[in-house]
């Protein structure tokens, strides 16, 4: 049987710690489907039609990386996926207390999906989508942190006024 996980994300915008857990997720299983969820009530910096360019240009050369959008519960969507497995990448403890709850509330959700942490590379420890907009909007270079794309995509943005300073709402 093969196997297909899900990653499930904001995204909001996608750092090279979240290429390295795709990439090894992609070395674990079948497939692994990034999962950009649609954030109604988050403020997002990029919109999801953003987010996804961003991802599929980022994983176009992987064959069994596909990058879709979900929006309400995650094993809903996981369920509908047919996937067995969710991805989740795991940074410094302060993660821990939000994955154990969300995990297992998820697994009380539906006890037959599999969650599956893997360790974030120590590069990328201190990664978080909200410090890299932080450092963008100060002047300073992300070019190490994040994909091309994504270096480029939030100068547009800084340039526009759009980003802000300080903590946003994703930790992610
Ligand atoms: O990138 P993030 O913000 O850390 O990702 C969090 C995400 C999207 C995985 C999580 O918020 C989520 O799964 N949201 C969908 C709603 C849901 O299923 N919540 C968990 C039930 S307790």
Redesign the pocket.
Known sequence: MSTLAVY????DPLTNGHVDIIARGARLFDRIVVAI?VNAEKHPLFSLPERVDIAREVFKGRANVEVDTFD????DYVERRKAQVVVRGLRAISDFEFEFE?GN??RK?APEIEMVYLMTAPEYLFLTASRVKELVAFGASVAELVPANVAKALEAHLGQGGLRTGATE???
């Open positions: 499930p994300g904001s995204f969820l309400g519960l995650l094993v969300m509330m998820n959700l994703s930790n992610d």
